[in-house]
């Protein structure tokens, strides 16, 4: 049975970081794109940021680009984001997902995690 558990989520204040971890099992996902998406309350879920399988090749919303930062571990199973000077608007449930195609899109993800709450206060 695959499994994807996020970690990692909270409250921060505006300004500062928090790392998001994703750890999948059931299965090797090494050839499989990886991303994160988000839901604020009252808004539709929206991409944030992909990785393809190998790592070489990522991409970013261009809300949180230049401030987020995704990675994977194909060894762990895992893949990271690093979320720094953190805003309000960055409040939301972020969730893992995995694609067998890069670029990841929402449409087409395989597997989702079940979501971990990130609250940003001003």
């Known amino acids: 049975q695959v499994q994807l558990v996020e970690s990692g989520g909270g409250l921060v204040q505006a300004g500062g970081s928090l790392r998001l971890s994703c750890a999948a099992s059931?299965?090797?996902?090494?050839?499989?794109?990886m991303g994160w998406f988000r839901q604020a309350p009252g808004k539709e879920r929206e991409f944030v940021a992909g990785?393809?399988?190998?790592?070489?090749?990522?991409k970013y919303a261009d809300s949180v680009k230049g401030r987020f930062t995704i990675s994977r571990d194909n060894a762990e199973n895992t893949v990271y984001l690093q979320m720094n000077n953190l805003k309000p608007e960055d409040t939301a449930v972020y969730y893992c997902?995995?694609?067998?195609?890069?670029?990841?899109?929402?449409?087409?993800?395989?597997?989702w995690g079940q979501g971990t709450q990130v609250t940003v206060s001003s």
């Open positions: 059931g299965r090797t996902f090494s050839t499989y794109a």
């Open positions: 990785i393809s399988w190998s790592g070489s090749n990522t």
């Open positions: 997902a995995v694609d067998l195609v890069y670029p990841i899109r929402s449409s087409r993800v395989d597997y």
